[in-house]
């Protein structure tokens, strides 16, 4: 059998000492009681707390509790309802605020969803989408009718044919000096 008893032990065995009086205590209780004076203060501020509980006595009501009680209840009940914004307006003046942390979690999620949503393009407003031909064409109609349409697509096409027609040679394709370089792009410069 254990005849020690560390603090710890004996702060679970405390309630059992002071709250059971005819009880028999444990021996190492006792024994740890006599030895620790931190335990043996708390336990002598326990009894002292329970000894003070037990001589208080609860005040009597007032003999006319019941009536005003129910005076109260008449008022209340025949009191005007409050509008919504009253209510709202009391909630909040009253309110601890943990009734509204499962709306704000709520109403951020939802703004969550809505942003994203207008980000990804699916909050479900529709889109101007240009509508698809009635008749299939070709892929070259549609590109002729975007030529048609475009100005300065015209005005290159213009500027592209007076230079092909005064002989001026595009950039990138360059002719060799030698014509004898003409087979061999390796040959060496002649000197």
Aim: one cysteine or more; glycine letters at 4%.
């Amino acid at each position: 059998m254990n005849t020690k008893m560390d603090c710890k032990t004996f702060q679970n065995e405390l309630p059992d000492l002071v709250l059971t009086a005819n009880a028999k205590p444990s021996l190492v209780a006792v024994a740890h009681l006599r030895e620790c004076p931190p335990c043996a203060e708390e336990y002598l501020s326990f009894q002292s707390t329970f000894a003070a509980l037990d001589a208080w006595t609860a005040p009597e009501p007032s003999p006319y509790f019941d009536q005003k009680l129910a005076v109260r209840i008449r008022e209340e009940q025949a009191a005007p309802k409050m509008s919504w914004l009253e209510s709202l307006k009391a909630r909040l003046l009253f309110n601890t605020g943990r009734n509204f942390r499962p709306i704000m979690v709520g109403t951020l999620a939802l703004a969550l969803v809505v942003s994203g949503g207008g980000i990804v393009g699916i909050n479900g407003i529709p889109t101007f989408r240009p509508a698809a031909p009635t008749t299939t064409s070709a892929a070259v109609v549609d590109d002729l009718q975007i030529l048609d349409r475009n100005e300065q697509a015209f005005q290159q096409l213009d500027e592209l044919q007076q230079d092909d027609d005064s002989g001026v040679q595009p950039m990138n394709t360059a002719q060799p000096d030698n014509p004898n370089d003409a087979g061999n792009p390796a040959a060496p410069p002649a000197s």
